[in-house]
């Protein structure tokens, strides 16, 4: 049984009448992340041929939605496009402008999370795209312009606050989009240089954010890329990039598994030979 976008599944631990919602996770390779009108969907038809609804407007994206990937050895890689990322913080920014006159942003409270439920699904992927539009994102008319290094710390604000930082712990690659606009390509170029030291006092402040919408964890990409989806600029480049980061992905786990299991198993013989006693004679 099926309402709205969840499943409803009965259970014989309860009576017939009793149904629990069950909403079903993407398994996806990568996820695409990002604000809205960063060109996700654009960046998704552009890797897998896959007929995305694309239009200047932001929110397009409703709904996640899956495209495969398909290398000439055939060879998939599984790609979804998540909905925007609202800029939730537009409001909180006004209030520590009206509050600039005592020096402080303690009275501004961080607002709610909003439109993220969709992120669950980012959970079963195995790496994040970070996708940035290289001259920064603007909520509408009244707000002021963000640039992409801004951008990228509030994404990563959001999903540290929506998963209690474990969304952060994945493996995560940056896409610079959009680089065949007027000066895109300089800001992407300085903004990759500010991406690569994120953790840097200098990179924070150069992005003009407060402290409160600050990560506290920021992520050491697997690469950062500068594209454009709409002229197919170093697409080609980035679709074989992706699969070899899935396979550099992929042997870090199995030598982090291997790891874990020679330290278990050395914890398991220190503790049978210090279960024996000793024997005299």
Known sequence: MTVGDQQLVHTPFVPSRYWSPCTPLLMAD????????????????????????????????????????????????SIADLPGLADIYAQYDAQINQNNNDQSDSKASLPSLRHTNFLKHVERSSCILLVLDSLGFCKDQFSSRRNALAVAYLVLNQMERWSNGLLLEKPMACILNKIDTTGAMDEALETKYWLERMDSSEAKQHSQLPPKLLPS??????????VSALRHTNIPELKESLRNWLDQIELRKRKDNTTVQIKSQQTKEKRFLSDIQPTYY
């Not at 969907?41 to 694309?54: D, E, F, M, N």
């Not at 964890?217 to 500068?226: A, N």
């Open 30 to 77: 990568y996820s695409l992340i990002g604000f809205p009108n960063a060109g996700k969907s654009s960046l998704l038809k552009a890797l897998s041929g896959a007929p995305a609804k694309i239009a200047s407007y932001p929110f397009t994206t409703i709904k996640p939605q899956v495209a495969k990937c398909i290398y000439s050895d055939h060879r998939k890689i």
């Open 217 to 226: 964890l920021t992520p050491k990409f697997e690469s950062i890329e500068l």
